[in-house]
């Protein structure tokens, strides 16, 4: 009798991460929980002890096998190798907590109160205990996170929607939640080579209806794989469903806290071919979009959803250009539109000049197509091209004016995306910047670089205003905590390929003033300047902003650094 060997195991050393200087080992394909103990997984600040209740790890996901392993890798080959952004975590609650109380003052000299500032800052209202005792337990998966609610607490109202004036892009907010679109195809059912395959948790329906709404939801992309979990589940490393592409790597993701409900979530996805897929986990059905790379084939980097809209999301391609699509619309062959181009002041007919070499045009954003263009029957809604270099990532400003953008040539852009208007140009002081955040106010700018330090821009004096030194190796990610933020005081924290965890505080005193806002208190915005009086080349000149010596900038260091966080997270 003719029995079939048992099939191959998957070998010990895959090819993620083996074009890398440190190649990573392939492990299981379940995801592991533990409970470490120790004063290793404490660290202690000065509003109490922090310590590290549970640590749940993330399997990587086995190489699919119709991909092709690389045999000998040539660490000083110059070929691109395939984008891969290792492990990305956002966090969701369908009943927000409430966010911190604090004074939004935004880009204007105007000050507008949102709340009484508080004269102390307690996360808790018995904070001493909590602090006391290492932090409050997260066995129960409660909301302890403010990343879904705060964009919601502190949106203003009064900035329009993005394409307002549009007639085309009008559309009317739907209010039965039951009556959301959904996406077209059936995840589970789906016979698309894209998808390798789907592993929906037998119990779903049971574990949906029996958890509290004010519990979290987890989504993590890592390489090949897309997890959904349930974080106020007593079995945590049991994903609700988990997604396996053929050879795409997820790169990033988003949720969007303006359509969440108890039967609704829209999460998208980008992906290192380019694509996108708008996907609902609860009745776990998808869409592709820029399938093929239709409108741009390049990996997507970074994923928002435009804050307060139900359709529109912005995706960060790595030739350096931000679409916006609409989750609803088909695609399209997209060549840009000439009449956008050509008539608008702040772009340029010409290709983008790289800003390392000086280009002439690498202060202005070349549009095309606007966001007012009248050919809105198909993705994308928008397209600008920034320069020719990757973009690394952005943030929205809490007041839904403004965009943060950071790229591999090291520059900073602040933009008026209602507009689409660049206002400021800044420069890291080597290499390229990795990532970026608003303070909950809308008064600083927070970008981490390849040179190993995070930088803190002021946006009302358009001016680097200090330097933080603290990590020795790329800043990975930062991010302010909105409960240690007044407005005179600031927390924040960061990551770095280090492995080091820091945490920051600074003070408005702390920061560097440059002379020209110190010398008078009514000099005009920067935003309100007028350059009626600029050609076209001296209105770039002052958009940009040169890189500020060492020695004339403040060198913060951080208030606690911990050698237990992971790079990737």
Request: glycine share 8%; charged share 20%; with cysteine.
């Amino acid at each position: 009798m003719f029995v079939l060997p048992p099939p191959p195991r998957y070998p010990t050393m895959g090819p993620y991460g083996a074009g890398g200087i440190h190649p990573v080992p392939m492990i299981e394909t379940n995801n592991t929980l533990s409970n470490p103990t120790g004063p290793e997984w404490q660290f202690l600040v000065g509003e109490g002890t922090y310590t590290l209740k549970e640590d749940l790890h993330l399997a990587t996901p086995p190489p699919h096998p119709s991909e092709a392993t690389v045999p000998n890798p040539n660490p000083l080959s110059t070929l691109p190798q395939p984008a891969s952004a290792g492990t990305s975590v956002s966090l969701i609650a369908l009943e927000s907590r409430p966010a911190p109380n604090f004074l939004y003052r935004g880009l204007s000299s105007t000050t507008l109160a949102l709340s009484g500032a508080p004269s102390s800052i307690q996360e808790h209202p018995n904070e001493g205990r909590y602090s006391a005792e290492g932090g409050k337990t997260s066995e129960e998966g409660r909301t302890g996170s403010t990343s879904d609610a705060q964009a919601t607490s502190i949106t203003i109202g009064s900035a329009p929607a993005f394409g307002e004036g549009n007639a085309l892009l009008t559309q009317v907010p739907t209010k039965d939640v039951n009556k959301k679109r959904k996406p077209k195809n059936n995840m589970t059912k789906s016979n698309s080579s894209f998808i390798s395959r789907v592993i929906v948790n037998e119990s779903l329906s049971k574990k949906l209806t029996e958890r509290s709404n004010d519990g979290l939801f987890a989504f993590a992309n890592i390489n090949r794989a897309f997890q959904w979990l349930d974080m106020s589940s007593s079995s945590k490393q049991d994903y609700l469903t988990k997604i396996l592409f053929t050879k795409a790597h997820c790169l990033c993701h988003d949720v969007n806290v303006h359509t969440k409900s108890v039967s609704h979530l829209d999460v998208i996805m980008g992906f290192s071919t380019g694509e996108v897929i708008w996907w609902e986990p609860i009745s776990q059905r998808y869409t592709r979009l820029n399938k093929n790379g239709a409108i741009n084939g390049t990996p997507v980097a970074a994923i928002r959803w435009i804050p307060g809209s139900e359709n529109l999301f912005l995706a960060a391609h790595m030739d350096g250009s931000l679409v916006v699509y609409d989750k609803e619309k088909e695609d399209a062959q997209f060549n840009p539109e000439e009449e956008a181009i050509n008539g608008n002041v702040n772009g340029t007919s010409g290709e983008l000049s790289d800003a390392s070499n000086g280009g002439a045009h690498h202060n202005s954003i070349r549009i095309n197509k606007s966001v007012h263009s009248k050919n809105q029957k198909v993705n994308p809604v928008a397209a600008w091209k920034l320069s020719n270099h990757r973009i690394n990532a952005f943030s929205f400003s809490p007041d839904n004016r403004h965009l943060a953008v950071v790229s591999e040539d090291g520059t900073l852009r602040i933009i008026d995306y209602l507009k689409e208007e660049l206002l400021d140009v800044f420069y890291s002081y080597y290499g390229g910047l990795t990532c970026v955040c608003w303070s909950p106010d809308g008064q600083y700018v927070l970008t981490g670089g390849q040179d190993d330090l995070i930088s803190i821009w002021s946006l009302s004096d358009s001016a680097l205003v200090a330097r933080c030194q603290g990590h020795q190796s790329w800043v990975s990610a930062v991010a302010f905590d909105p409960w240690r933020c007044d407005e005179r005081n600031y927390r924040f924290g960061s990551v770095g390929e280090d492995g080091r965890l820091c945490l920051w505080d600074f003070s408005v005193g702390m920061l560097h003033r440059p002379k020209a806002r110190a010398e008078t208190a009514t000099t005009s915005n920067s935003r309100l300047r007028s350059n009626s009086n600029l050609d076209t080349e001296d209105e770039e000149m002052a958009i940009a902003h040169p890189v500020e010596p060492r020695a004339r900038i403040p060198m913060l260091p951080p208030v606690l650094v911990s050698f237990n966080a992971r790079a990737d997270m």
